[in-house]
């Protein structure tokens, strides 16, 4: 069985720019979520989903970071416009459920902005 | 709020050693759950065990063990035989029931070397 998926696993951009992160969950997982995790950081949650709906964004820098999660399964994260400070990586994640199902998280995606 | 601690921020083992990663934690809640993840260089994190707070039994994965103290919110991770394998970043993780809040929330872990 297929774990996460996300792409691209690498991206440099230079600031002001914007970009965009995707995500595949393990199928039948309907709870998404996707984490930043700063060097020598644990991961911060940025936005979960249950299905289609954005249950828990209140970690989401909104003025700058967009998620949508179409159909309850593929789920895009967009940072528009980059700052240096968003380098980082961005980890996606899903469970079966909202309980205390265990979370499969994908490789990641690292982000330098320069 | 729910918070996790890791206090050892890099500890080192030799090889066939035994090592114990502590954790702490703080909440108001009765039910929840504690993970501990491991996050090699290729920063996949993998679950390495997980406890359920009602359970009294602690919880074993062949290596891995767990000594789970509730009343001092204490959840340490026992690694026996270090394999060089298991040089990695450690996190502790907490995480709610749906009733209340099931937000995962992550300590900033403890780097693990393995030392031949």
Known sequence: EAGVV???????????????FWCNPISG???????????????????RYENEEAVDDSQLPKDRFSAERLKGVDSTLKIQPAELGDSAVYLCASSLGASGNTIYFGEGSWLTVV | AQTVTQSQPEMSVQEAETVTLSCTYDTSESDYYLFWYKQPP?????????????????????????????AAKSFSLKISDSQLGDAAMYFCAYRGTPLRDDKIIFGKGTRLHILP
Do not use: C, D
């Open chain 1, 6 to 20: 996300q792409s691209p696993r690498y991206k440099i951009i230079e600031k002001k720019q914007p970009v965009a």
């Open chain 1, 29 to 47: 997982h309907n709870t998404l979520y996707w984490y930043r995790q700063n060097l020598g950081q644990g991961p911060e949650l940025l936005i």
């Open chain 2, 42 to 70: 290729s920063r996949q994190m993998i679950l390495v065990i997980r406890q359920e707070a009602y359970k009294q039994q602690n919880a074993t994965e062949n290596r891995f063990s767990v000594n789970f103290q509730k």
